[in-house]
């Protein structure tokens, strides 16, 4: 069982997949990051500007204060910080949008490399064999037809 665990461990690394999931990390990790000062420096300044300075991130509904008696404080705050869930708002529509543009743009080069007859893109072989093929098949059929066509 043990060495069979192994084993399959081993295939996964190899084949690749252990490695594309890291890219697929270290890329979302730096994605993160940039999302962050995107929406810290770049939408959220406008937003306080056109609310007159209101700092969102720090925005919350207070249900119960702290008081504070001879420097001991008395029961903690208790707040719904409703400004956080806005910045995490925005950055999940960021993502949302970004991630969206990026899979467009991707399926669109994918469609047109595969296309045979685009020749503004290298098509891959595979594709290109199966189109040889296609039209080798199709050509036989139309062949057979006639053949096979009665004279009226």
Do not use: C
Not at 79 to 104: M, N
């Amino acid at each position: 069982m043990k060495i069979k665990l192994i084993q399959e461990f081993k295939e996964f690394a190899v084949k690749g997949n252990m490695i594309d999931i890291a890219i697929g990390v270290i890329i979302g990790a730096a994605f993160n990051k940039v999302v962050d000062v995107l929406v810290k420096e770049i939408f959220l300044p406008p937003l306080s500007f056109l609310t007159n300075g209101i700092n969102w991130e720090n925005k919350k509904i207070v249900l119960r204060e702290s008081v504070t008696v001879e420097g001991v404080t008395h029961p903690e705050e208790i707040a719904i910080g409703y400004g956080k869930l806005l910045e995490a708002s925005v950055d999940f529509l960021i993502i949302g949008f970004t991630v969206f543009l990026v899979v467009k743009l991707m399926n669109s080069i994918r469609k047109k490399a595969e296309d045979p007859k685009n020749q503004t893109v290298t098509t891959p072989k595979n594709i290109e064999l199966l189109s040889k093929i296609t039209e080798l098949l199709e050509k036989q059929v139309q062949l057979l037809e006639r053949k096979n066509r009665k004279p009226d």
